[in-house]
């Protein structure tokens, strides 16, 4: 039972997402609600994804290997979360460490996806363990991390994760 409720959720996210990059596409973003809207921007900013969006209800059953793909679909998930962060300033420190970030030359792009790389282990560590996210945690890291240079950071991240899984 569990595991058909799982598959029902896959498959509607697909078709989900299909639709919005259908709207997308046609670039009147008009009808849809500001997460959708937002999203469908994310998807036309990445163009190396824009063929697996085309068949977004066929990959709802594609089981992503995280060492060897990316899951685009996931991937434009961070980033309207990275996105909608920034624009409420909240948590404070992610609009704090997206303007450290700038100041270090890194394109907005970039900026937002090391808002992701900070964020994505949390998101894991909450999933993985079954408990609520620890805002004070990610708060604490980019804190920390808006000091380093941008490209230190996603080697620092990984490392803090590979250790804390051993």
Do not use: C
Not at 101 to 118: E, F, P, Q, W, Y
Not at 137 to 142: A, D, I, P
């Amino acid at each position: 039972m569990e595991e058909d409720l799982r598959q029902e959720l896959k498959r509607l996210t697909g078709e989900r997402n299909r639709v919005v990059w259908e709207i997308a596409k046609t670039g009147d973003l008009s009808g849809l609600s500001p997460e959708d809207k937002k999203l469908a921007e994310i998807m036309l900013e990445h163009e190396e994804f824009h063929n697996q969006f085309e068949i977004a209800d066929v990959l709802s059953e594609h089981e992503y290997d995280p060492d060897k793909e990316t899951n685009p679909f996931l991937h434009v998930t961070m980033h309207a979360i990275a996105e909608t962060q920034l624009g409420n300033r909240d948590p404070i420190e992610v609009y704090q460490f997206y303007n450290a970030m700038r100041k270090k030359k890194a394109s907005h792009h970039d900026a937002v996806h090391l808002i992701g790389v900070v964020l994505a282990p949390l998101i894991w560590k909450t999933l993985r363990e079954q408990r609520a996210f620890d805002l004070e945690e990610y708060r604490s890291r980019l804190k920390k991390l808006k000091y380093m240079k941008p490209g230190k950071i996603f080697d620092l991240v990984e490392k803090e994760e590979s250790s804390s899984e051993d």
